[in-house]
Each structure stands twice: as structure tokens, then as C-alpha cells.
């Protein structure tokens, strides 16, 4: 069957994926995307994602989409955790390398270099996302206590900090030294496999 939006007099074909932005940290730091919104003859969707050296795309998963990150410019580092093994695997990515994060697998990626370019494409025209700070955000310290032993209070105190809405981290303001055990590089495309968790 034809899509019938193709079957329209004024069929749209083309569109800017840089008009609209969907996160911006800083001038340097941000995400334009292109969604069936913006082009409703898109079968797929994408973000444009542009980093300095040391920021992270926050740990989460989408529960509906697969991701393949394709590096433009630059280098990053992508870990993804494999629920099968349970054991995350990193890989060091160069441009025109590609990195894919099966749906519904928790995943974060980090720029190794300053003017980074990573265009993130999924399976489907709008991707759902659970960002791994909402997840944190909302569980209680007596649940982090009683499932992992944690400090109720020092619980609280540290995801007291932590701003849902950052989609690209450290937020603005942190004081702590850029830094992430999980992004030892490796020699693209071989993956190295981290510590089980």
C-alpha cells in the first residue's frame, strides 16, 4: 500500500535537520533533531549531536527504538550494557565508524576530542527515551537502602543534585573533574568488555 502522505500534490521530501533544537547545554553543546514532525515522509528519525571534549550523553534506553550512532567528526567513546551477559562493552569510534545500542539497552556515549559530530538514526520516526537521571531521581532512598544497602541520607543528598532535564552532562556549574573509568579506549570496532555491574 502507498504512503498516502506521498500521494499528496505538495509531498514534502526535504527538510533542515539543524532548525529544530532539542537540548542545548551550551553554545557548544547541543542536539538538533529530525523526527516525522518535521518531515512526515520520514520512516526513521535522527538527532544531530554536537560535543566538546569530556561530555557525556547521559546514561538511558529507548524502549522502542534501536540506535546506530555514526560518528561525523571527531571521536567518542559509546558503551552500551549487554542484559545477556551483563557486562558493558565500549568501543573507541573514529569518524565514519558506527556504533548500534539494541533496543532497550542502557547506554551513554562520551567526546574524546572538541567538535564532535555524531549523528544518532533510529528504526522508527520518534524514539522513546528513559534517561537514566529520571530513573535515579525517582527511586527512594529507603528502596536504594533496602535493595543495595545504601546510605538513606547520602542516598538523597546525591541525587538531590541531579537535573532530569540534562540530557548532556556534566551539568553547567559541576565542579568535579571530567572523568569515566568506562571509556578506556579500545581499538574501533573491537569491543572491550567492561566490569559486570
Known amino acids: 500500500m502507498i504512503n498516502p502522505i506521498l500521494q499528496s500534490p505538495n509531498v514534502q521530501l526535504a527538510a533542515d535537520s539543524n532548525a ?9 553543546n547541543y ?20 560535543l566538546s571534549k569530556g561530555i557525556i550523553v547521559q546514561p538511558h534506553w529507548h524502549t522502542n527504538v534501536t540506535e ?17 551477559t551483563r557486562e558493558r562493552i565500549t ?9 548500534v545500542f539494541p533496543k532497550g539497552w542502557f547506554h551513554w556515549f562520551v567526546a574524546e576530542t572538541d567538535d564532535v559530530h555524531v549523528l544518532t538514526i533510529f528504526d522508527q520516526p520518534t524514539p522513546d527515551i528513559v534517561f537514566g537521571a529520571d530513573f535515579l531521581a525517582a527511586t527512594p532512598p529507603e528502596v536504594a537502602h533496602r535493595a543495595y544497602c545504601l546510605d538513606e541520607e547520602a542516598y538523597a543528598r ?4 541531579i537535573q532530569n532535564d540534562a540530557i548532556l552532562g556534566p551539568p553547567i556549574g559541576c565542579d568535579t573533574a571530567v572523568s569515566d573509568l568506562s571509556t578506556q579506549p579500545s581499538n574501533a570496532p573491537k569491543p572491550t568488555k567492561g566490569s559486570r555491574d
Not at 91 to 99: A, T
Not at 158 to 161: I, K, P, W
Open 91 to 99: 568501543y573507541h569510534l573514529k569518524p565514519g565508524q558506527v556504533s
Open 31 to 50: 542536539v538538533t533533531q529530525l523526527f516525522g514532525a518535521q518531515l512526515p515522509t520520514i520512516e526513521n528519525g535522527f538527532f544531530n549531536v554536537y
Open 20 to 28: 529544530v533544537v532539542n537540548y542545548q547545554r551550551d553554545p557548544r
Open 158 to 161: 546525591a541525587v538531590a543534585s
Open 68 to 84: 546506530m550512532v555514526i560518528v561525523i567528526r571527531g571521536e567518542v567513546t559509546t558503551s552500551v550494557f549487554n542484559p545477556f
